[in-house]
């Protein structure tokens, strides 16, 4: 089984390499995985930066004393890959970003589009925005990755519309059957750069939209039969365009 993964701020050690997880993580270490010497562990920032470590010492109830050598650094993928998710209801805003999170994305943009039934304003936006970044931290150590994708500020159509038009693939996964669409599965993908991915709401992407997304450059695609569910479909179409552009190779 691979180290488990834990999030630091620092990578500073003291004397002899000696490096002292406390805090949160530190209990959730001691008190939760019940780490012992020997064991090895994975610290990060979230950010690429991360140190293979061994447990030195259970301090407590909160405190993991490990041994660190040395910190290496993950390249960015390339190429990167960007959803743009319309706000689902309920919690499976957050069931979208553990399972993209799981699967590899590297970028996940919240969208307030037409139809979404959900939408976020004032505290209640800050607060499910909150909940979208620590559901991509838990997932991202869970999947053992030490670069968690960003989960970027709301956008608008306008926005997002700006966002397609920088892309090097921009696709839109549209499932009405009477516009004209491509298979994802057939589309040419760039070898470096990045793809941005848009998915709609429950109720589909309005026509406005559709109109301005491709005004910018982007396509309509499809990822096959079945109309996947909103909290699902970044996933799945996540898992092709990776398993297609060699990152799961």
Same mark, same amino acid.
């Given at each position: 089984m691979t180290a488990p993964v834990f999030v630091v701020g620092h990578f500073d050690a003291g004397p002899a390499g000696r490096y002292v997880l406390d805090g949160a993580e530190g209990r959730h270490a001691v008190s939760v995985k019940r780490l012992r010497p020997g064991e090895d562990v994975v610290l990060t920032d979230g950010h690429g930066r991360w140190a293979e470590c061994v447990?030195?010492?259970? @301090?407590?109830?909160?405190?993991?004393?490990?041994?660190?050598?040395?910190?290496? @650094? @993950?390249? @960015?993928e390339t190429p990167r890959i960007t959803v743009v998710q319309a706000l689902p209801k309920g919690d499976r805003g957050e069931l979208a970003v553990e399972t993209m999170t799981e699967t590899g994305v590297d970028a996940i943009v919240p969208w307030s589009a037409a139809r979404c039934v959900t939408q976020w304003r004032g505290e209640?936006?800050? *607060?499910?925005?909150? *909940?979208w970044r620590a559901t991509a931290r838990e997932s991202g150590k869970q999947a053992r990755r030490v670069r968690f994708p960003d989960i970027a500020e709301p956008m608008t159509t306008k926005q997002?519309?700006?966002? /397609?038009?920088?892309?090097?693939?921009?696709?839109?996964l549209h499932e009405d059957r009477d516009y004209p669409s491509e298979p994802l599965a057939t589309a040419e993908l760039p070898t470096s750069g990045e793809i941005v991915l848009v998915v709609g709401p429950e109720g589909g992407i309005a026509p406005e939209e559709l109109d301005q997304f491709t005004g910018a450059g982007a396509k309509?695609?499809?990822?096959?039969?079945?109309? /996947?569910?909103?909290?699902?479909?970044?996933?799945?179409?996540?898992?092709?365009?990776?398993?297609?552009?060699?990152?799961?190779?």
């Open positions: 447990v030195v010492a259970a @301090e407590g109830k909160d405190r993991l004393v490990v041994h660190m050598d040395s910190i290496a @650094e @993950e390249p @960015e209640r936006g800050v *607060k499910a925005l909150g *909940k997002v519309t700006a966002l /397609l038009a920088r892309a090097d693939l921009a696709a839109v309509a695609y499809r990822l096959g039969r079945s109309v /996947l569910r909103t909290s699902t479909a970044g996933t799945a179409a996540g898992a092709l365009l990776l398993g297609r552009t060699g990152r799961w190779s």
